[in-house]
T-cell receptor, first 113, second 115 residues
Framework: DAKTTQPPSMDCAEGRAANLPCNHS???????VYWYRQIHSQGPQYIIH???NNETNEMASLIITEDRKSSTLILPHATLRDTAVYYC??????????????FGSGTQLTVLP | DADVTQTPRNRITKTGKRIMLECSQT?????MYWYRQDPGLGLRLIYY???????NKGEISDGYSVSRQAQAKFSLSLESAIPNQTALYFC??????????????FGPGTRLTVL
């Protein structure tokens, strides 16, 4: 699985869009980008995933660059409850049968009132 | 996620004691996982099970064992606890038909302290 790089921390004003970047320059063609978040001491929560097209769901949007070497998770209207550590994970569908998720250090997003 | 429960939520024990952490799920998922989380290290996979008869070691299985008693239950044991096993432990499940999505549902965690 490709390695990912995320900034260790970011701040965002409540009500504004939070844009969380992730670099995955070694991503290969069959690897997907997944985003999870973890609110303090709770279990991680799936947010969204994508391959090469931009994706949107009720929680967030995922923008993947054309060369697929980086992506951005967008929380359109951040609230205080969005304060969490956000993990960007790159995972291939054929990377073994375990389907385990490799979580790095992530980005601590703090939404400020 | 209330559909995945872990017991106990907190446990303090002494070095050398045998400890069992339990995980139950009502989601009907075949796949279950145990992770541990240490500050600054993210989550690391200990063991995983794809069905009742399938148990596999993860990244850091030494010092741990597991038992899949039923589809809904997956227990993690520390045969002889040591202080560096102090961590936050998470159980997770995933349905086979969402393999591509890699969506895992996590329990609330068990905070284990080994003195």
């Amino acid at each position: 699985d490709a390695k990912t790089t995320q900034p260790p921390s970011m701040d965002c004003a409540e009500g504004r869009a939070a844009n969380l970047p992730c670099n995955h320059s070694t991503i290969s063609g069959n690897e997907y980008v997944y985003w999870y978040r973890q609110i303090h001491s709770q279990g991680p929560q799936y947010i969204i995933h994508g391959l090469k097209n931009n994706e949107t769901n009720e929680m967030a949007s995922l923008i993947i660059t054309e060369d697929r070497k980086s992506s951005t998770l967008i929380l359109p209207h951040a609230t205080l409850r969005d304060t969490a550590v956000y993990y960007c994970i790159v995972r291939g569908i054929s990377s073994g049968s375990a389907r385990q998720l490799t979580f790095g250090s992530g980005t601590q997003l703090t939404v400020l009132p | 996620d209330a559909d995945v429960t872990q017991t106990p939520r907190n446990r303090i024990t002494k070095t050398g004691k045998r400890i069992m952490l339990e995980c139950s799920q009502t989601k009907g998922h075949d796949r279950m996982y145990w992770y541990r989380q240490d500050p600054g290290l993210g989550l690391r996979l200990i063991y995983y099970s794809f069905d009742v008869k399938d148990i596999n070691k993860g990244e850091i299985s030494d010092g741990y064992s597991v038992s899949r008693q039923a589809q809904a239950k997956f227990s993690l044991s520390l045969e002889s606890a040591i202080p560096n096993q102090t961590a936050l432990y998470f159980c997770a499940t995933s349905p086979t038909d969402r393999v591509l999505k890699n969506e895992q549902f996590f329990g609330p965690g068990t905070r284990l302290t080994v003195l």
